[in-house]
């Protein structure tokens, strides 16, 4: 099945670095989710947009819903060691499923 | 997520056995999925299931089966003819419209013996 495009792969950081990571896609979505996986655990859901342009915050993490609807934004600031995971985003098919990004892995470097 | 239980957390498959992993929720959503991760990469769909009594095959069907005789559950049977069946699968449920985020269990880790 088609997946979103996550970018970049990895990412090593610095403790109390900020981080930027996006999600793109050739078609136009109504939804925007973004996950956490912790190591060995079912992925969580951070955030979920649902209008072009949005811009949502959860706590130390934001995330953007692009203008075009082809694209999001996930931004988390002054990163700490428990930030470390596979980040996803997600978008609906319209068939009551689910497009995943290949996924965003983070270290943080205390 | 709670609400979403999976059982067991590992489970380990001799050569030819069929192994059946568990996923169980208490939220009354609809919608059940399970999905096959193997290490460093994302999500594949297996199957899922919308109602009671009805499944749809996913991208990577092929060696498994499901059942979903109840709404609170949806197991997933891992079968011999499954050849590389060594993964993390995860349950997930969606309730609502089809805009609503998927919620997951924690996960099963399935190893060949």
């Known amino acids: 099945g088609q997946q979103l495009n996550q970018s970049p792969q990895s990412m090593f950081i610095q403790e109390g670095e900020d981080v930027s990571m996006n999600c793109t896609s050739s078609s136009i979505f109504n939804t925007w989710l973004w996950y956490k996986q912790d190591p060995g655990e079912g992925p969580v859901l951070l955030i979920a947009?649902?209008?072009?342009?949005e811009l949502t915050s959860n706590g130390r993490l934001t995330a953007q819903f692009g203008i075009t609807r082809k694209d999001s934004f996930l931004n988390i600031s002054a990163s700490i060691p428990s930030d470390v995971g596979i980040y996803f985003c997600?978008?609906?098919?319209?068939?009551?499923?689910?497009?995943f990004g290949t996924g965003t892995r983070l270290t943080v470097i205390p | 997520d709670g609400g979403i239980t999976q059982s067991p957390k590992y489970l380990f498959r001799k050569e030819g056995q069929n192994v059946t992993l568990s996923c169980e929720q208490n939220l009354n959503h609809d919608a059940m999925y399970w999905y096959r991760q193997d290490p460093g990469q994302g999500l594949r769909l297996i199957y899922y299931s919308q109602i009671v009594n009805d499944f749809q095959k996913g991208d990577i069907a092929e060696g498994y089966s499901v059942s979903r005789e109840k709404k609170e559950s949806f197991p997933l049977t891992v079968t011999s003819a499954q050849k590389n069946p060594t993964a993390f699968y995860l349950c997930?449920?969606?309730?609502?419209?089809?805009?609503?985020?998927?919620?997951f269990g924690d996960g099963t880790r399935l190893s060949i013996l």
């Open positions: 997930a449920v969606m309730g609502g419209n089809s805009n609503q985020p998927q919620h």
């Open positions: 947009l649902y209008k072009a342009g």
């Open positions: 997600a978008a609906p098919t319209g068939a009551n499923n689910l497009f």
